[in-house]
């Protein structure tokens, strides 16, 4: 069935089937389409199906699953549509809980109406002051939202054009080197090198050399005179890459580069020039690092001009169907494959995941899902890493309830499955593909 565009979509939760017609009512030629729910069990069955909601109006209190479960049951998977709550309980108790829970607003029973028109308008002026940002003036080869990421990318643009010396801190995967390099792409040095050096893969004795060259004989295996990384990015920008690891003796030198601006090769006098611009970035706490005496205060400092700090990608979840889009698109191309998109439940999957991987963890699921991918669209299925240890507790629960949730429209429809999707509000296909994922089949 097609759905009217200019319409939006509500979902109406709540048990009295009186107060659900009176709103159905109030609201209808207003621009909403009201699809309801009896109880949280059912909603959450409806939402699982398709998370694509405006917004939610919600009753507190519910036999089967109450307004706060649910409530929270969906943040825990990532959904953050807009939800007002409604309670017969004029109580400031739940009216807290409730925004703590991520609520957008609350209204007692019974409800005013043109209160509640008032309160959807915002969300509807909200949603536009707020859209998603893909901007073409600053050159970044990745995805970022106007929400997320967008925020870093402001600063990006205010410091790539300087020589700033830039400090990256952020968990592994979150993308400290596509950060970095973009700073480059973006500055006056673009024309130049842009050398990075990982400081965790290099040993105490080599690092020195690999950084700031030899001369030949300056040590045994020394059979030729060597630039080091310095040099080779001389008018461009070096990037130290998990600095954290490097030894305290290669910071000293570091600090003198640094401060002086030049460099000596191991072995050598002379003194070379170099006109580097420096960004490092590291997954560790440097400042307890410097606290514990492993890294020079003194250094940090330096390289502390312009900190930025990438979040892990579990607090910018609002990110993943941009990042998905985007790696569905490079892989489907790269693999010659023609998928276009992916359902509700394979976004959900996902958005209840933690990714201790961050973006580089997404983009290899990706990356087999559409290896796996059977069809056009990515399904559930096609993430079968997400087996129960993998997703997150709420996720089991939400699953485990939908379960006994079917099974027991199932057994009062007598298993007749069209009068059980009736019960359960969602369609039979829907219904179909359920008791197949929950082998459920009699
Ligand atoms: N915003 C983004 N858009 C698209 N791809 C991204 C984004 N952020 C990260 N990636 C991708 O995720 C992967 C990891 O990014 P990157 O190597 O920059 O992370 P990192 O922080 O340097 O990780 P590590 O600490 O493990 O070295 C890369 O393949 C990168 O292209
Ligand atoms: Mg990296």
């Known amino acids: 069935m097609k759905k009217d565009p200019v319409l939006k979509r509500i979902l109406l939760v709540d048990d009295e089937e009186n107060h659900r017609l009176m709103l159905k009512i109030n609201l209808s030629g207003k621009g909403y389409e009201l699809v309801e729910a009896a109880n949280g069990f059912e909603a959450l069955s409806i939402i ?5 909601f405006f917004a939610i109006l919600l009753d507190i209190k519910m036999e089967i699953m109450d307004g706060l479960t649910f409530l929270s049951k969906i943040r825990g998977m990532g959904i953050d549509t807009p939800v007002i709550m409604i309670s017969a309980f004029d109580s400031a108790g739940y009216a807290v809980k409730a925004l703590r829970l991520g609520a957008t607003d609350y209204l007692t029973k019974p409800v005013d109406i043109a209160q509640l028109l008032n309160l959807l308008e915002n ?3 909200k ?14 080869s990745g995805i970022y939202s106007a929400d997320g990421l967008g925020r870093i990318i402001s600063l990006l643009k205010m410091v790539a054009p300087t020589d700033a010396t830039v400090l990256i801190m952020g968990e592994s995967g979150t993308g400290k080197e596509l950060i970095a390099r973009s700073i480059h792409e973006n500055s006056p040095r673009c024309k130049h090198p842009f050398v990075a050096v990982n400081c965790a893969a290099l040993n105490e004795n080599i690092i020195e050399s690999e950084l700031f060259g030899h001369e030949k004989g300056a040590f045994t295996g020394a059979i030729a005179q060597k630039k080091g990384k310095f040099e080779l990015a001389d008018k461009g920008t070096i990037f130290l890459d998990e ?3 490097m030894p305290l003796t290669t910071q000293v030198k570091l600090l003198r580069v640094i401060q002086e601006k030049s460099i000596e090769r191991v072995g050598g006098e002379k003194i070379i020039k170099v006109d580097v611009r420096i960004i490092a970035a590291t997954n560790r706490d440097l400042k307890r690092m410097v606290e514990s005496g ?4 003194d250094l940090f400092f330096r390289l502390n001009v312009f900190p930025i700090k990438l979040s892990p990608l579990r607090e910018r979840k609002s990110e993943i169907p941009l990042l998905v889009d985007y790696f569905i698109k490079r892989f489907s191309e790269k693999m010659g494959k023609r998928v276009k998109g992916y359902s509700d439940t394979f976004l959900n999957k996902l958005k209840s995941y933690t990714f201790p991987g961050n973006v580089r963890e997404l983009e290899n699921i990706i990356e087999r899902a559409v290896i796996l991918a059977r069809g056009d669209i990515l399904e559930g299925y096609d993430l079968p890493e997400f087996n129960e240890k993998l997703v997150g507790d709420t996720d089991l629960d939400i699953k485990n309830n939908e379960k006994q949730l079917i099974l027991k429209a199932l057994e009062e429809a007598r298993y007749n499955k069209t009068k059980a999707a009736e019960i359960l509000g969602i369609s039979r296909r829907t219904l179909h593909n359920k008791i197949k994922e929950y082998d459920l089949e009699v």
Not at 127 to 140: G, H, I, Q, R, S
Request: glycine share 6%; charged share 40%.
């Open 127 to 140: 949603d536009e002051a707020e859209p998603v940002l893909v901007d073409n003036e600053y050159k970044f």
């Open 243 to 245: 600095i954290g690891e």
């Open 48 to 52: 699982n199906d398709n998370a694509d």
């Open 123 to 125: 969300i509807g002026n």
């Open 294 to 297: 492993d890294f020079r205060e």
